[in-house]
């Protein structure tokens, strides 16, 4: 049972598309986040939420939104998609705020290419 | 700017024979440090982790050890089995603000060679 799952796994599109990705936690984790690993592998944060709210927003273009339907579900929009958003798009929730610097579970990441 | 490096993108270490991975720190802020691993096609995984406080942490065949006058620190690994190959990422955080973003170093690979 996995504890935090990613789909897709792996995501090819033309650029000027608009996809998402979708991520969900079983945990019962109160902050969930977005990391992007590019490709010199420099894992780097973009979006955190918890309860619901955006905690950080590093210097992410606005074309990346993330969503937050419930507790358990961040997903990532991306629109007007660029070939240098090729990279891993990594998921991963902790316990609680304040607790996250002890540890997050990552999900499996998302392969994003643009081509 | 990178505030968490990893200078060594490989290592290679002979089964039972220790391992050990570096990892240098800018901010001196930081007052928490975890080490990471990640096998391919994987997410990272939480391995061990040691806080300013200390200067030592022991968890079974894995030891961190924290050096803050050199803003240092180093991930032991006695004695080292080939399913420890995998990438290695150091990862530090403002704990005591209570901020959880932590700033990832760009990974050593580990391969131990049986």
């Known amino acids: 049972d996995t504890a935090v799952s990613q789909t897709p796994k792996y995501l090819v599109t033309q650029m000027g598309n608009d996809k998402s990705i979708k991520c969900e936690q079983n945990?019962?984790?109160?902050?969930m986040y977005w990391y992007k690993q590019d490709s010199k592998k420099f894992l780097k944060i973009m979006f955190s939420?918890?309860?619901?709210?955006l905690i950080i927003n590093e210097t992410v273009p606005n074309r990346f939104s993330p969503k937050s339907p419930d507790k358990a579900h961040l997903n990532l929009h991306i629109n007007s998609l660029e070939l240098g958003d090729s990279a891993v798009y990594f998921c991963?929730?902790?316990?609680?705020w304040g607790k996250g610097a002890y540890g997050y579970t990552f999900g499996s990441g998302t392969r994003l290419t643009v081509v | 700017d990178q505030q968490v490096k990893q200078n060594s993108p490989s290592l290679s270490v002979q089964e039972g024979r220790i391992s050990i991975l570096n990892c240098d720190y800018t901010?001196?802020?930081?007052?928490?440090f975890l080490w990471y691993k990640k096998y391919p096609a994987e997410g990272p995984t939480f391995l061990i982790s040691?806080?300013?406080?200390?200067d030592k942490n022991e968890d079974g065949r894995f030891t961190v050890f924290l050096n803050k006058s050199a803003k240092h620190l180093s991930l032991h690994i006695v004695p080292s089995q080939p399913g420890d190959s995998a990438v290695y990422f150091c990862?530090?955080?403002?704990?005591?603000?209570?901020?959880?973003?932590?700033?990832f170093g760009t990974g050593t690979r580990l391969t131990v060679i049986p």
């Open positions: 901010n001196s802020m930081f007052d928490y």
């Open positions: 990862a530090a955080s403002v704990a005591q603000t209570g901020a959880n973003n932590l700033f």
């Open positions: 945990l019962g984790h109160d902050t």
């Open positions: 991963a929730s902790s316990q609680e």
């Open positions: 040691i806080s300013s406080i200390k």
């Open positions: 939420y918890n309860n619901k709210e």
